[in-house]
């Protein structure tokens, strides 16, 4: 018999606030995370972009300084997250051997690397920090994780560009479901406003420039979307086997009940058009939750705000589910978080989890006009969901054709 997964804690360090519940509170609230940087960089690089989703909460003020100073910002993001969700969880008890850690990013230390460079070139190679490379290594978040929740079982990293995250959840329910642990830390972390990063997705012309309205710039679904906004933070979400989690007694948000994962291979930055693998990647996470296309409930879309994006995964949607996906309620709450890139799905996750908890759809805010090219039940407002079963899917896809959906069940208790 397949083993049921489910969650029982929740964390996040987001530009919508501090920690999960905070940040559930004011995407309900229609808050938007965007604001200018003020930062000396931004006129001395000459950006084109000047505004991004940063983090309510610097991480570096919730740590204890000896282990902030070790770790690049994007660890520190992790493990605020992470040590959220764990004490939500009721801090299992379970042996070191039997706890994983399924941690993602998309690009990992970049401060910390560019940081040495500067160090290197301005001051020469004596005083280059000794730990530059552990906080730099994208693998840092997990193997810190794994270092201070004694998790011994295993310790893993996804870089699937913006599917990591979520591709880390849906192994974590693989490894579950092998009996490689009985509780896994999973979830996704980045931290890349930087220069580099913001001239580079400019370059691409991948960014919203509204520097003038940094609040209305990321419009997923509107017919003036021009781009995406950079966002920055980490979500943990604690998995178990219910079994496990039954016998301590834990509170049960909802149930991974499935996940799949694909690949385009048709460009290394574009999305397949005919949205094939993406929906190659719903089916197959329909598939492994035992469901049918006509029982989906709700869905957290992808959607970045991009011109061409949004339509790609409506066409893959609607592939699957027919023009039924016209009525889903549908949620892009990147319109509020701004793009977390490997940090994105997990904490989608959560929104999603969250979602099923309170039985609400949660807004997408900036809907000016909406596109016809993408006519999903889009709402300003918080939608409720029906009562019932509900069953939801959490799609993320990224950079390199990488596809990701996990799939989450409400329960009764």
């Avoid at 070790?70 to 660890?75: H, N, Q, T, Y």
């Avoid at 178990?240 to 460009?267: F, L, Q």
């Avoid at 805010?365 to 969901?385: C, K, Y």
Wanted: aromatic fraction near 6%.
């Amino acid at each position: 018999m397949t083993k049921r997964i489910v969650v029982t804690g929740i964390g996040a360090s987001t530009p919508l606030g501090g920690t999960a519940p905070e940040s559930w509170k004011n995407l309900l609230a229609g808050v938007s995370g965007a604001s200018s940087l003020e930062y000396d960089w931004v006129e001395e690089t000459q950006l084109p972009v000047t505004f991004a989703a940063q983090a309510q909460v610097r991480p570096d003020t919730v740590l204890p300084r000896p282990v902030a100073k070790r770790l690049d910002p994007s660890s520190q993001f992790a493990m605020v997250a992470a040590m959220e969700a764990w004490e939500d969880a009721g801090t299992p008890d379970v042996a070191p051997e039997r706890l994983g850690v399924d941690f993602a990013t998309g690009i990992g230390g970049v401060w910390t690397l560019l940081d040495a460079w500067d160090t290197l070139r301005e001051k020469g190679p004596r005083r280059v920090l000794p730990m530059t490379v552990p906080m730099l290594m994208p693998n840092a978040a997990a193997g810190n994780l794994s270092l201070h929740f004694h998790a011994r079982a295993y310790a893993r990293t996804v870089a699937s560009a913006c599917a990591s995250s979520t591709e880390s959840i849906v192994n974590a329910v693989e490894h579950l479901r092998a009996g490689l642990a009985d509780v896994v830390i999973a979830g996704g972390t980045e931290s890349a406003i930087h220069p580099i990063t913001i001239a580079s997705f400019a370059s691409m012309q991948a960014l919203s420039r509204r520097n003038d309205s940094p609040e209305t710039a990321s419009r997923p679904g509107a017919v003036d979307r021009d781009g995406f906004v950079m966002g920055e933070g980490a979500a943990a979400l604690i998995l178990e086997t219910e079994e496990h989690a039954r016998a301590r007694g834990a509170k049960i948000y909802a149930a991974v009940v499935g996940g799949g994962v694909t690949a385009d291979s048709y460009h290394i930055t574009a999305n397949d058009p005919e949205g094939a693998g993406a929906a190659r990647a719903v089916r197959l996470a329909l598939e492994s939750a035992g469901a049918t296309p006509d029982q989906l409930t709700h869905v957290n879309a992808h959607l970045t705000s991009t011109p061409v994006g949004d339509p790609n995964e409506f066409t893959a949607l609607h592939d699957v589910f027919g023009d039924r996906i016209r009525e889903i309620p549908v949620s892009g709450t990147k319109a509020s978080t701004g793009h977390l890139l490997g940090g994105t799905g997990a904490l989608e996750a959560v929104f999603t989890v969250l979602a099923l908890r309170d039985r609400i759809a949660p807004p997408t805010i900036n809907m000016t006009e909406q596109d016809p090219e993408v006519p999903f039940r889009l709402s300003t407002e918080p939608v409720a969901l029906d009562d019932g079963p509900q069953l939801a899917i959490s799609n993320s896809f990224g950079f390199g054709g990488h596809n990701a959906v996990a799939a989450f069940a409400s329960v009764d208790d």
